[in-house]
């Protein structure tokens, strides 16, 4: 019991894993949509695409989260203006601006004389040099991301499996997408500089995903990965504790393991009626593949 114990005695420990459970709970709000609409490059674009504001700030010795707010709002702008460009897919929009900025950005960072470790700073954070004021600012981002959830779920919910018909219903699908957008600009600023964008991103997609088979409803899906990602917060800082590891990667990469055993378990459990029955049969999808409210 010491073993599992013994590493939420300390201060910082504690820190990172109230830490760890508010972000898991934002990217939740955010990632469950990045999964349902099956734009997981947007996330790691939206991401990525932090490093010139936050290089800018560095170099000028600001305040880093308003460069990130500043580049999260440029990169929202361009795919929502690319995202209307006929002639170009979404993908390809996304792909220019996520290689664009992220270009930018080292080019910026290299003119700084710690290069390696700002950028390492950038991508993996460091979870456990969580301060108290981190905690409110999470939590105040956590309870405008549920605000923002629960007022455009319905437009949410059209928009992931039919744009056409959030149109007819007059749920305005451009104002929904941006407003997504923004929603998911949230998330990552408000836990990137606390985590870096390797464990955001980990824990914007993989916990969402996980929890898809399972699930019977958005909310479900919702509540199960904030579960799931706080779930691999505590576990990672576990095995970071007595293994030695970064704390951060170790939290990303546990999330990613979730989200195969879960799936794992999934066909396992839809190949057990096939099995009983003798007779091939068409295989069933999980019943959360396209979840209702």
Sequence with gaps: MEWLTAPFEVAFVQRALWAGILVSAI???????VVLRGVAFLGD?????????????SLLGGNLL????????????????????PRLSQDTGIGLLFVGM??????IVSRSQSFAVDLTGFLFGDVLAVRESDLFLLGA??????????????????????????RTLGLRPRLAHAVL?????LAIVASFHIVGTLLVLGLLI???????????????????????????????????????????????????????????ASGL?????????????????????????
């Design 27 to 33: 990217c939740a709000l955010a990632g469950t949509w």
């Design 45 to 57: 674009a939206m991401s990525h695409g932090l490093l010139p504001g936050v290089a800018v700030a």
């Design 66 to 85: 308003v460069g990130a707010v500043v580049s999260a709002a440029v990169m929202a702008a361009g795919v929502t203006a690319l995202g209307r460009t």
């Design 102 to 107: 992220l270009s930018l950005g080292v080019i």
């Design 141 to 166: 981002a956590l309870l405008l991301a549920l605000a923002v959830s629960v007022l455009g779920h319905r437009a949410f919910l059209a928009l992931a499996f039919d744009d056409r018909k959030a």
């Design 181 to 185: 957008l923004g929603l998911l600009a």
């Design 206 to 264: 993989a916990p969402p995903a996980a929890a898809l088979p399972w699930a019977r409803s958005v909310h479900a899906v919702m509540v199960l990965a904030a579960l799931l990602g706080a779930a691999a917060t505590f576990g990672g800082l576990l095995l970071s504790w007595h293994l030695r590891t970064a704390a951060g990667a170790t939290v990303s990469a546990l999330a990613v393991a979730l989200f195969f055993l879960s799936h794992l």
């Design 269 to 293: 459990r839809h190949r057990r009626p096939a099995r009983r029955t003798g007779p091939a049969e068409p295989a069933v999808a999980p019943a959360a593949t396209s979840p209702t409210s």
